[in-house]
């Protein structure tokens, strides 16, 4: 039950710290106006993976890597639907949110392996 509980948790906690990053990455790029799509995406990833493998009680890397396959759908499910003028032609958002996700969960399996040793645990 305990466990249930820790991920239910660090469920609340992953989506809580998207919402959060995503809002504060568009007002940031918005107030120095810079293309927004690809600086919430990649902020948004990155701090996703992170903050799944930092709150998960258990199973960190495959929690980063579980919720890095669900951003990168979402992340897919909402270019198509959100799509702005300025990125109407390109994909390039989408690899960059895919990128800035796949990078923060190499970084977390680095720390992993160097700080804790067992990739499973």
Not at 13 to 26: D, K, L, Q, T, W
Not at 68 to 91: H, K, Q, R
Not at 102 to 110: K, N
């Amino acid at each position: 039950m305990n466990q249930t509980l820790g991920f239910l948790i660090s469920g609340v906690i992953v989506i809580f710290v998207f919402v959060v990053s995503a809002i504060a990455a568009g007002l940031f790029a918005e107030t120095f106006g810079l293309w927004k799509k690809p600086i919430i995406g990649a902020v948004a990833a990155a701090c996703v993976v992170f903050s799944a493998y930092v709150s998960a009680p258990r199973f960190k890397l495959l929690s980063a890597a579980i919720w890095l396959i669900i951003g990168a759908i979402s992340a897919w499910v909402l270019s198509s639907v959100f799509m702005y003028a300025e990125d109407a032609a390109t994909s390039l958002p989408l690899y960059i949110t895919y990128t800035s996700g796949f990078f923060t969960l190499m970084a977390c399996t680095i720390w992993h392996k160097k700080h804790i040793g067992e990739v499973l645990r």
